[in-house]
């Protein structure tokens, strides 16, 4: 069964998430970014993968300034990934406790108005 297109109020374009699995991660992958997480979020990571917050947070993240990021790791020069992609499954492998900017993604406010760069960044966008 062909999955339903997702679709957000003040987004001109679609989202096909079966794109999702022939991808390959081009969301999860490449120029060095940041992850943020809020602490609701940090709480159910860690819990997922059976650490406490603090191991959790010794492992995974990185403070930046008043926020925390997921740590990244590097595949190549200039192309990263984050912590909890798994590069031979081509996956995430947190994906049931990923956080919301993940969650949200293609629909975020920087590609509101820039159809052209969300497609460059996503093969799912219709």
Known sequence: ????????????????????????????????????????????MAEFVNLSVEEF?????????????????????????????DETMKRCTIYPVRPLQCRTFPFWEQFKQDEDEVKKECPGIV
């Not at 995974?60 to 992609?85: G, Q, T």
Request: aromatic share 16%.
């Open 1 to 44: 069964m062909k999955q339903l297109l997702m679709e957000k109020e003040g987004y001109k374009y679609k989202f096909d998430p079966s794109a999702c699995e022939a991808c390959g991660g081009h969301c999860c992958t490449g120029e060095s970014g940041y992850i943020w997480a809020k602490y609701d979020e940090i709480v159910n």
């Open 57 to 85: 947070a010794t492992m995974y993240l990185k403070k930046v300034k008043h926020r925390y990021s997921l740590v990244e790791k590097k595949l190549a020069e200039d192309n990263y990934a984050c912590i909890f992609f």
